[in-house]
């Protein structure tokens, strides 16, 4: 039983992987890779993971969802009405590709597993949260604050009109000049 | 007594939700009789339901001309899937279906397929309006989806568990709602919002014809429709174990309790609906982006300091 | 066969209705609109949420063909009923009803209409639930020649242009999509079509023009009363942003201006109430409020409207409601988004002005 259910998620997994590059529509592939991430969520359950697992399923839906909406905002052809290719640079591609399958699979197989040691935690969520908050909090706080960094910072950049434009040079308008207002009004 | 109800409850389950939905429906249209002035008598509400689903099923299916079938049906399926998914972790009385030891993060992670759902539902129709209304649905969950975390995160805080079971064992003596107010009023506009209804209609509008489902016909509409009903009884349902205690409560049995309260979230949520406009989506992403946001990520704190002070983290 | 026609007699007791009316129709469809909502009956959002299609008055070349293509989008069971009278109204309703619940008067309308039942029913679960799902007429897709079938090939379905790339108002090179909007969309005013180019969600370039403008045969156009004609813009705006109750409320104070011999305090005090719900509505400011002066414009007249229907209720005879032309509907169009273009232009309320058309070059309906 639980053979069977890997095997079909991991099949799952690389089959829907595989067909992002086979189909036209971008909303298709799209929602083929979130099948994938999906499958692969799946498999991180079956270890016993609850939390990861279902927090891998969240995101992916979220990420996948808006990477659709921004995949199709530019993209020529977004709903597949010719057929299109998905590669470029095949042949630099495929050597990347076939050297990581290599360097992985030759990993897998000749190193030596290691035996496990110790037993797994009552609970998979509370270690996960333990260890995240106690030995790992110096990375998890350096990781956090850096990937919020890089949130606001590309914001910045990529605005077309910030703050000064809307609201003048010493931000001392009444209200700014946009054109949609928002709902705090700013 | 065992932590979760007998298998069989699974297949009742769907059976109490649309139960539930159907007097939902019908209280929301004598409410919309009753504020448009042409009271209608409940009997004929009583009906409603059952009339218009018998319409959809006997009515024809449409294609979308040169859109994409596939996506579309898939869609409008996981809709009423993601719903009954998300309420397996509900406890009828003081068990649920399931329970998991992360319930809370499994409600959210189902309840998030919408997005996907009614976003591939606008796509698939290959018509400009329904991509709009699809276009509409995304917006909003990118403005909710922040504050409904942080409030399911609170409840999480305040039993120190993400286990629903043990949300509503920690409220035996204090309701959530009387210690995490900003929580539960975030929550319940979230629910409105996921289910795409009421203020939050804007992705299935009168201004885009329809949006999403503008293009439906038949079985299509129906489940469409069904599984945005069930969307937001599942979600208004798990307002009582997070915030409303759940089966506690004197002289009734839990699951009276769990049916007395739903019904009460569900009444409270379509009385107000017909008070209000529907709320743009320009609007709604700055307030609750600007204003939501912060005020529940400080009442996570306010909620998390109240949990270390009264003895740590168990 | 008697289970099917219960079923679908049974179906049809609610029936979500279309109505359809060209340019100066205003007044037989408000009474129209009056008798559905006496009914109970719900009004369609679109041609896919429709059972009976209600055509108002005698529609003119131009919108004839539109008709015709929302007539292919209803599902079947279906009825469609023409109105040019006041007096035709209840009969030609209950004659529609009776058609949608007659599974006979169903295959023939399929028939008649050369409609490719076959694959439509995509499952055979459904076949038995299916009006159309009949053997007689399985597999003719050929004879049928409808328009509304074709697929594929380098034209868009529908019609549509192929979409090209312009810049955005970030500066982005985006797709652009050129969309006729109207005559058939709910709270439309009667006979209008914007031909837009929408960039997303944001109307880039609008032009705007009524339908079977300059038919000789029109007789003068029955215009409604400027009270009615005030409450039924208001109406729509109310029903645009979602507020269905007193949108409903707007449209029965209509109704009872227009038909109704009743009472006119009570009708006075309605309005007050009404307005006095307008004007209390934090929501609705919080909305329809703008930092841009053309289109703060949406609520103070929404106000206005309200108070001028209010002002000929009373006898006092209100301001005329100023008229809008197109070109100036068009330039507040341009840049708004979707959402505050519908607000514009229930706002405006347009009426046709002969005056004030373009010259004849206007290209075919939709």
Known sequence: ?186 | MSAVLPLGWAVLLPVLLLAVTWAVVAADVLAAGRAGGRPVPWTVAALTPAREALRLLVGQRRRAVGGDELLRGIGGAVLPLAALLAAVVLPLGLRPVADLGVGIVWFNAMEVFAWAAVWLVGWGSNSTLSLIGGYRFVAQGLAWELPHMFALITAAVGAQSLRVTDVVAAQQGLWFVVIMPVAFVAFLLSVAAMAFWGPFGAPVGRDVAGGAAAELGGVDRLVFVTGRWLLLVAAAAMAVPLFLGGGHGPWLPAWAWVLVKTLAVLAAVVALRHRLPTIRMERWTEFSLVVLTPATIAQALVVTLVALGEGGLR | MDLRNALLRAAAARPHVLVVGGVGTDRLRARVEQEIARRRWPVATAPADADVLVVVGRPGPELDPVIDGVWAAVPVPRSRAQITGEDEIASALEAAVRTLSDLTAQHALALRDGLPTAHTDTSPGEQDQHADGHDEQTGHDEHSGSHHHQEGGMELPGGLAMADLGEDRDGLVLDQLHVALGPVLPEWPSGLVVDVVLQGDVIQEARSRFLDLDLDDRDAPECLPDAARALDSAARVLALVGWDGPAARARGLRDALLFDRVDGSRVLEEVDDLRRRVRRSRLLRWMLRSAEAGRSEVLETLHDKLLSARCAVAGAGGAAPVAVDLPALDSRLVGAEFAAARLIVAVADPQPQPTLTRPADRGGAS
Do not use: K
């Open chain 1, 1 to 186: 039983m639980t053979t069977a259910l890997f095997v079909v998620l991991a099949a799952t997994a690389v089959v829907a992987g595989a067909l992002v590059f086979r189909v036209d529509s971008m909303a298709r592939a799209t929602f083929l890779l979130l099948l994938s991430f999906l499958a692969v969520a799946g498999l991180v359950l079956m270890t016993g993971l609850q939390y990861v697992g279902l927090v891998i399923v969240l995101m992916m839906v979220i990420e996948m969802v808006v990477m659709a909406v921004f995949m199709i905002m530019y993209m020529m052809n977004p709903a597949g009405l010719m057929s299109m290719s998905m590669f470029h640079n095949t042949r630099g591609a495929a050597v990347i590709a076939a050297a990581t399958f290599v360097a992985l699979a030759g990993g897998a197989l000749l190193v030596d597993w290691p035996v496990r040691g110790g037993s797994p935690a009552p609970d998979p969520t509370m270690a996960l949260g333990e260890s995240l908050m106690s030995g790992q909090m110096l990375t998890m706080m350096t990781l956090g604050v850096t990937l919020f960094a890089t949130i606001v910072g590309t914001v910045v950049l990529a605005t077309g009109r910030g703050r000064y434009d809307r609201l003048g040079d010493e931000l001392d308008a009444p209200a700014s000049d946009d054109r949609d207002r928002g709902g705090v009004g700013r």
